[in-house]
């Protein structure tokens, strides 16, 4: 049986903490999808298709990983694609909380044994968050090296 995951978030945009995080959970099981999720009630600073974009720039060494949006509840989307576990990242206490709130909740949605993966970031990206990252940008400020180098120059391209 080929292992299947999720890892998902809005990557809005895709950090070096979360590729960090797909290049780490990704050698850990056969298949790995990064799902871009939509959030109606949220408004993105990119669309869903240049976050996919963006994702699809870097991951393209990866040969298991494939990306994918959705939107709606994770654990759907979770039991809709097969998946056995889905990889949370976390930076610090206060994502702790919130993703300790979340992988409950979805465990009660499960209902069909998908584990929830927590995965320490590196703490050289420890304070860096795709909202942070994007309001740096908008006011000219240098984001190198807090995302992955051909996702910056498509953040410029597309300024």
């Given at each position: 049986?080929?292992?299947?995951?999720?890892?998902?978030?809005?990557?809005?945009?895709i950090?070096?903490?979360?590729?960090?995080?797909?290049?780490?959970?990704a050698?850990?099981?056969?298949?790995l999808?990064?799902?871009?999720?939509?959030?109606?009630?949220k408004?993105?600073?990119?669309?869903?298709?240049?976050?996919?974009?963006?994702?699809?720039?870097?991951?393209?060494?990866?040969?298991?990983?494939?990306?994918?949006?959705?939107?709606?509840?994770l654990?759907?989307?979770a039991?809709?694609?097969?998946?056995?576990?889905?990889?949370?990242?976390?930076?610090?206490t206060?994502?702790?909380e919130?993703?300790l709130?979340?992988?409950?909740?979805?465990?009660?949605?499960y209902?069909?044994?998908?584990?929830?993966?927590?995965?320490?970031?590196?703490?050289?990206?420890?304070?860096?968050s795709?909202?942070?990252?994007?309001?740096?940008?908008?006011?000219?400020?240098n984001?190198?090296?807090?995302v992955p180098?051909?996702?910056?120059?498509?953040?410029?391209?597309?300024?």
């Open positions: 049986m080929k292992r299947k995951m999720l890892y998902v978030g809005s990557f809005d945009p950090t070096n903490g979360h590729l960090d995080l797909i290049n780490r959970s050698k850990l099981c056969d298949r999808i990064v799902g871009v999720a939509e959030n109606p009630a408004k993105g600073r990119y669309s869903v298709e240049d976050r996919l974009h963006m994702l699809d720039l870097v991951i393209s060494h990866l040969d298991n990983v494939e990306t994918d949006s959705f939107t709606g509840l654990a759907d989307y039991k809709r694609r097969g998946v056995e576990a889905v990889v949370r990242g976390l930076r610090a206060m994502d702790f919130y993703e709130q979340m992988a409950h909740m979805n465990a009660r949605l209902r069909s044994g998908i584990e929830t993966l927590f995965l320490m970031t590196d703490p050289a990206y420890s304070f860096v795709s909202g942070l990252v994007s309001e740096v940008f908008l006011f000219g400020g984001v190198e090296g807090l180098d051909p996702v910056l120059a498509y953040m410029k391209k597309i300024r």
